[in-house]
């Protein structure tokens, strides 16, 4: 069988796309203008969609480096106890000794 490169799989993909859409506009049950009204109408539904949609993720995102931040804050005071804990043990150790 024969290999197809990438860039061959997506022109043919992009030919297929071409051809379905102008066959359906050809056979489309519309008028053009109407087609057009709609396609508009789609257009301005998936922009809407597409700015709340990106709206609700960089609000999701900035939730998730605010925690990130406070989690790291506490690794960081924990690790500064633990070390502070182990410097006083070292110190006990090294004056009984």
């Known amino acids: 069988m024969a290999r197809c490169s990438m860039a061959t799989g997506i022109g043919c993909f992009l030919v297929g796309v071409g051809v379905g859409g102008a066959v359906a506009l050809l056979l489309a049950p519309k008028s053009g203008e109407q087609t057009r009204k709609l396609i508009a109408k789609k257009a301005e539904q998936g922009k809407a969609y597409v700015s709340s949609r990106s709206r609700e993720l960089k609000d999701q995102a900035e939730d998730l480096v605010?925690?990130?931040k406070d989690l790291?804050?506490?690794?960081r005071?924990?690790?500064a106890e633990v070390l502070d804990s182990g410097k006083e043990a070292a110190r006990s150790a090294l004056s009984t000794v």
């Open 77 to 79: 005071e924990r690790l």
């Open 72 to 75: 790291v804050n506490k690794q």
């Open 66 to 68: 605010g925690k990130g």
